[in-house]
């Protein structure tokens, strides 16, 4: 098993990421080009962990440990000498091809280089290293820390040795792997995003106000969250970027953003991060 991991990235996903590894036993090299991200990233992580031991999850003995595992860098360099780098970065195309150019030429020559992409093709990524077999998608669900999910998706050249790795890791950091096939979305999206779309369309329509729909789903359909809600939770421009996604790879119109998604990400309301969205925070 590697005993040493990197995670590019210390946004909400990337010092998620950096936690559940770290809380196993692994060393953690959390790498993000701004101190002051990295800063940010080590305190969540910090208020997530007193979180668990209020809870009663972890003992409050761990937490100094489990901090200490992980290191935040600046540099790429930091990823030498890991066998697995999870790139946690923006839902951007362009953004993750370059990180996957620049981690291929500076990782070891075994580590496997997984993206933790919500829906952009894996094959693409991988298509971008000169080892396409070492490279897979490592889809885990916000919050990290709380959801048991990692969605392992192969591309169409992962190796089947990476991806029994992959899921062995990932059953290592007490997560439930579930493999799938590297298609626009791939199950988690694809099935969310259109719901969460109609959502946006009943209320640009009149249908219900905000809370009633997501009352209908939460109350109706036994969902711990509304659609809406969840929208503002995973950020508007996230939303819009992989409905895109859908639309543009499998050209369907039944995966065309609601305009008043759009709008929202146009007038900056994104949901939590910025206050604003279907909600205000």
Same mark, same amino acid.
């Given at each position: 098993?590697?005993?040493?991991?990197?995670?590019?990235?210390?946004?909400?996903?990337?010092?998620?990421?950096?936690?559940?590894?770290?809380?196993?036993?692994?060393?953690?090299?959390m790498?993000?080009?701004?101190?002051?991200?990295?800063?940010?990233?080590?305190?969540?992580?910090?208020?997530?962990?007193?979180?668990?031991?209020?809870?009663?999850?972890?003992?409050?003995?761990?937490?100094?440990?489990?901090?200490?595992?992980?290191?935040?860098?600046?540099?790429?360099?930091?990823?030498?000498?890991?066998?697995?780098?999870?790139?946690?970065?923006?839902?951007?195309?362009?953004?993750?091809?370059?990180?996957?150019?620049?981690?291929d030429?500076?990782?070891?020559?075994?580590?496997i280089?997984?993206?933790?992409?919500?829906?952009? @093709?894996?094959t693409?990524?991988?298509?971008?290293?000169?080892?396409?077999?070492?490279?897979?998608?490592?889809?885990?669900?916000?919050?990290?820390?709380?959801?048991?999910?990692?969605?392992?998706?192969?591309?169409?050249?992962? @190796?089947?040795?990476?991806?029994?790795?992959?899921?062995?890791?990932?059953?290592?950091?007490?997560?439930?792997?579930?493999?799938?096939?590297?298609?626009?979305?791939?199950?988690?999206?694809?099935?969310?995003?259109?719901?969460?779309n109609?959502?946006?369309?009943?209320?640009?329509?009149?249908?219900?106000?905000?809370?009633?729909?997501d009352?209908?789903?939460?109350?109706?359909?036994?969902?711990?969250?509304?659609?809406?809600?969840?929208?503002?939770?995973?950020?508007?421009?996230?939303?819009?970027?992989?409905?895109?996604?859908?639309?543009?790879?499998?050209?369907?119109?039944?995966?065309?953003?609601?305009?008043?998604?759009?709008?929202?990400?146009?007038?900056?309301?994104?949901?939590r991060?910025?206050?604003?969205?279907?909600?205000?925070?």
């Amino acid at each position: 098993m590697a005993e040493r991991v990197a995670v590019i990235g210390a946004g909400q996903m990337g010092n998620g990421i950096a936690h559940v590894f770290a809380q196993s036993g692994f060393d953690v090299a959390m790498v993000d080009v701004s101190p002051s991200a990295l800063e940010r990233g080590k305190a969540t992580i910090a208020s997530n962990l007193d979180r668990q031991i209020k809870k009663g999850t972890l003992q409050a003995a761990e937490k100094e440990a489990i901090l200490g595992r992980v290191a935040t860098e600046q540099s790429l360099e930091a990823i030498r000498g890991a066998a697995l780098v999870v790139e946690a970065a923006t839902e951007n195309r362009d953004l993750k091809f370059r990180i996957f150019t620049d981690i291929d030429a500076m990782a070891d020559a075994g580590a496997i280089l997984a993206t933790n992409t919500s829906s952009i @093709s894996i094959t693409e990524i991988a298509a971008r290293t000169k080892r396409p077999e070492n490279v897979i998608g490592m889809h885990f669900m916000n919050p990290v820390p709380v959801m048991q999910l990692v969605e392992v998706i192969r591309g169409l050249a992962t @190796s089947n040795e990476t991806t029994q790795r992959v899921l062995a890791l990932s059953k290592a950091v007490g997560k439930t792997p579930v493999e799938v096939q590297d298609y626009p979305g791939f199950v988690a999206n694809r099935i969310l995003m259109p719901m969460i779309n109609e959502a946006i369309y009943c209320f640009m329509e009149g249908v219900g106000s905000a809370e009633s729909i997501d009352t209908v789903m939460k109350l109706g359909m036994n969902h711990p969250m509304g659609p809406l809600a969840l929208a503002d939770l995973i950020g508007l421009d996230t939303c819009l970027a992989i409905l895109e996604v859908l639309h543009d790879g499998l050209g369907d119109p039944k995966y065309r953003p609601c305009p008043l998604l759009r709008k929202y990400v146009a007038a900056g309301w994104l949901g939590r991060k910025s206050k604003r969205g279907f909600f205000a925070y």
